[in-house]
């Protein structure tokens, strides 16, 4: 691991604990808590960062859309439908909290709800056929 992307893993936790004190205080559940904190780790930490070494908040507009609706579907062996939607709850969450803490802009927050909203059946229906035709 190089440097940036170190310094990249290192904010994305300030984030990460951040956001899991957010959930805390809004009420939610541990275990809830911990599957949001989980689904975002896992894209900011994983997937933004293997693939382009972005930060937490660049990822809010980002490629949101290629990992839901393509990468999340093929490269992970727990993706579903039910997968989808959740990592989109726990997504459009931390940006929410993102947006509380002026992390990043409203009209990105914005933009970003709108693709959740408007991509959302192409990815569950790609998910859909992916889990057809997958031989066991």
């Known amino acids: 691991m190089n440097y940036a992307d170190r310094e990249i893993r290192k904010e994305n936790e300030a984030h990460l604990k951040g956001f899991e004190q ?20 896992f894209y900011i930490n994983e997937f933004l960062i293997r693939y382009d070494a972005h930060n937490a908040a660049k990822g809010c507009s980002y490629r949101v859309g290629e990992f839901l609706g393509d990468w999340f579907i093929r490269k992970t ?3 579903s439908c039910a997968e989808i939607r959740a990592n989109a709850a726990s997504f459009k969450k931390f940006y929410a909290y993102m ?3 002026c ?10 709800t709108t693709i959740l909203k ?7 229906e790609k ?10």
């Open 103 to 112: 992390a990043i802009e409203k009209d990105d927050y914005d933009e970003f």
């Open 22 to 41: 957010w959930l805390t205080d809004k009420g939610l559940a541990k275990k809830t808590i911990r599957n949001h904190v989980a689904n975002v780790d």
């Open 77 to 79: 062996t727990w993706s």
């Open 127 to 136: 998910m859909a056929e992916y889990e057809s035709t997958e031989e066991f």
């Open 99 to 101: 947006l509380e803490i």
């Open 118 to 124: 408007e991509e959302m059946p192409e990815w569950l």
